[in-house]
């Protein structure tokens, strides 16, 4: 099956610095990479749409400047939480769509803990 | 505007026990794709079923199986004699056109 990496699992890092978290597609290319924020006994919230080459969608409510999304190329999408603050720990999720998929489906990486001290 | 309805928030059985999560959806769409996933406490999401909107016919994996009806915009999801490694959250989500939308799930936890 396609398999979605993240890297790191998991960061703590100091309020007022910047964390990159990688989402990688392994065995396939995926055109649209998604990425979601999950709190505490919540529900995936979908932060912002990023198609290959070209700017990311946010939704409504998701600072741009804050979270900067680079989907570089078809295997490869960043996430850089910039001046983190406490309140941008979370657990974050990136998954990918294949290709030429007609089932919408989308393939969820393992997640990335945030802890922002 | 989509939307997915869990209602059940927190569901507790004993081992041996058949529970079903409830799931209701909203969508404009005509054709549409509906999941359910599983959020073990590691908290990746683990994909259990994906049904399309023309597709009604109801799914049985082991001791897993999906009833889903249009006319009540459901689809809902029973496990058959539990057991203590499903507890998890359980996601309910819908796509029908570039995004996903998730319920709020519903934790499931399963005593011995």
């Known amino acids: 099956g396609a398999v979605v990496s993240q890297h790191p699992s998991w960061v703590i890092c100091k309020s007022g610095t910047s964390v990159k978290i990688e989402c990688r597609s392994l065995d396939f290319q995926a055109t649209t990479m998604f990425w979601y924020r999950q709190f505490p006994k919540q529900s995936l919230m979908l932060m912002a749409t990023s198609n290959e080459g070209s700017k990311a969608t946010y939704e409504q409510g998701v600072e741009k400047d804050k979270f900067l999304i680079n989907h570089a190329s078809l295997t490869l999408s960043t996430l850089t939480v910039t001046s983190a603050h406490p309140e941008d720990s979370s657990f974050y999720i990136c998954?990918?769509?294949?290709?030429?998929?007609?089932?919408?489906?989308?393939?969820f990486g393992p997640g990335t803990r945030l802890t922002v001290l | 505007a989509q939307k997915v309805t869990q209602a059940q928030t927190e569901i507790s059985v004993v081992e041996k026990e058949d529970v079903t999560l409830d799931c209701v959806y909203e969508t404009r769409d005509t054709t549409y794709y509906l999941f359910w996933y599983k959020q073990p406490p590691s908290g990746e999401l683990v994909f259990l079923i994906r049904r399309n909107s023309f597709d009604e016919q109801n799914e049985i994996s082991g001791r897993y199986s999906w009833n889903f009806q249009k006319s009540t915009s459901s689809f809902n999801f029973t496990i058959t004699a539990s057991q203590v490694v499903d507890s998890a959250v359980y996601f309910c989500a819908l796509s029908g056109g570039n995004d996903m939308r998730f319920g709020a799930g519903t934790r499931l936890t399963v005593k011995p």
């Open positions: 998954s990918a769509r294949l290709r030429g998929d007609r089932y919408n489906e989308q393939f």
